[in-house]
T-cell receptor, first 114, second 112 residues
Framework: DAEITQSPRHKITETGRQVTLACHQT?????MFWYRQDLGHGLRLIHY???????NKGEVSDGYSVSRSNTEDLPLTLESAASSQTSVYFC?????????????FGEGSWLTVV | QKEVEQDPGPLSVPEGAIVSLNCTYS??????FMWYRQYSRKGPELLMY????GNKEDGRFTAQVDKSSKYISLFIRDSQPSDSATYLC????????????FGGGTRLMVKP
């Protein structure tokens, strides 16, 4: 079955370190997204991509970057991790169809910055 | 003002109860409305979506949209312990319909 996988599922890192969270989907979806989920804020969009070599900033993009070198992968990089980036991160993907198409989420990556 | 507001709960009900979950939104131009269910330590999964006003039913679940009040609801009939999860309303904010803004989620606990 097609799926979307994230790794690592859990990570503890130190302030100032660079961290990369991987996201891989096997649906061949053009659209991929990274969200973070925090108590009191719900899910907030970090970055998104509509296809290879396309990346766009979302609502909370400061301190994060993404790259899209192929259809399947959208890695999220924290350039210099900060305690405010302790969160649960969800990758998602969807087809390039009209409104109402399903967005599929991965299982999440729990990141703690100490 | 946030685009989508949702009471965080938690909401605790006995098994078999009718549950009402609600969201309000700010932009009257929104057309599609979605409900996602998220189990503990899992990613959200699409439960239902509706277009414009009216009701949509799927088994024990009914989604309702009142565009005049900018109010969306999810009703769960005969609630089960397996319905215990966080329910998030979501609204596409672009024409392609693939960029979502989410409510904060309501945590539901159904007690046997």
């Amino acid at each position: 079955d097609a799926e979307i996988t994230q790794s690592p599922r859990h990570k503890i890192t130190e302030t100032g370190r660079q961290v990369t969270l991987a996201c891989h989907q096997t649906w061949n979806h053009n659209n991929m997204f990274w969200y973070r989920q925090d108590l009191g804020h719900g899910l907030r969009l970090i970055h998104y991509s509509y296809g290879v070599q396309d990346t766009n900033k979302g609502e909370v993009s400061d301190g994060y970057s993404v790259s899209r070198s192929n259809t399947e992968d959208l890695p999220l990089t924290l350039e210099s991790a900060a305690s405010s980036q302790t969160s649960v991160y969800f990758c998602a993907s969807s087809e390039s169809l009209g409104s109402g198409n399903t967005i599929y989420f991965g299982e999440g990556s729990w990141l703690t910055v100490v | 003002q946030k685009e989508v507001e949702q009471d965080p709960g938690p909401l605790s009900v006995p098994e078999g109860a009718i549950v009402s979950l609600n969201c309000t939104y700010s932009n009257s131009a929104f057309q599609y409305f979605m409900w996602y269910r998220q189990y503990s330590r899992k990613g959200p999964e699409l439960l239902m979506y509706t277009y414009s006003s009216g009701n949509k039913e799927d088994g024990r679940f009914t989604a309702q949209v009142d565009k005049s009040s900018k109010y969306i609801s999810l009703f769960i009939r005969d609630s089960q312990p397996s319905d215990s999860a966080t329910y998030l309303c979501a609204i596409p904010i672009n024409n392609a319909g693939n960029m979502l803004t989410f409510g904060g989620g309501t945590r539901l606990m159904v007690k046997p």
